[in-house]
């Protein structure tokens, strides 16, 4: 059974920082692309970022510069770093395990940049 445990969302304040934790187990981790998507009110769930089993990273253009994604496949996990966040960074953050042959996402963790 795949599961995919996203943590570390809240309420952070326009300018602030927080970090994303998904904790994957089912999987053979360092063989997946990982990803991090958002999904705000009434819209698409979107491409944050991503991360290859070799490594390689790609960005949305809304979170260069702001955004990192990491892996550590020792423990399983996968982080997202969000820097100078904006109230347009309100989002509930979906964690996703994506291969040829199998796509897995975790439940999601709200975050809201709020003043």
């Known amino acids: 059974q795949v599961q995919l445990v996203e943590s570390g969302g809240g309420l952070v304040h326009p300018g602030g920082s927080l970090r994303l934790s998904c904790a994957a187990s089912?999987?053979?981790?360092?063989?997946?692309?990982m990803g991090w998507y958002r999904q705000l009110p009434g819209k698409q769930r979107e491409l944050v970022a991503a991360?290859?089993?070799?490594?390689?990273?790609n960005y949305a253009d809304s979170v260069k510069g702001r955004g990192t994604i990491s892996r550590d496949n020792a423990k399983n996990t996968v982080y997202l770093q969000m820097n100078s966040l904006k109230p347009e960074d309100t989002a509930v953050y979906y964690c996703?395990?994506?291969?040829?042959?199998?796509?897995?996402w975790g439940q999601g963790t709200q975050v809201t940049v709020s003043s």
């Open positions: 996703n395990a994506r291969r040829f042959d199998g796509n897995f």
């Open positions: 089912g999987i053979v981790f360092g063989i997946y692309t």
């Open positions: 991360i290859t089993s070799g490594g390689s990273t």
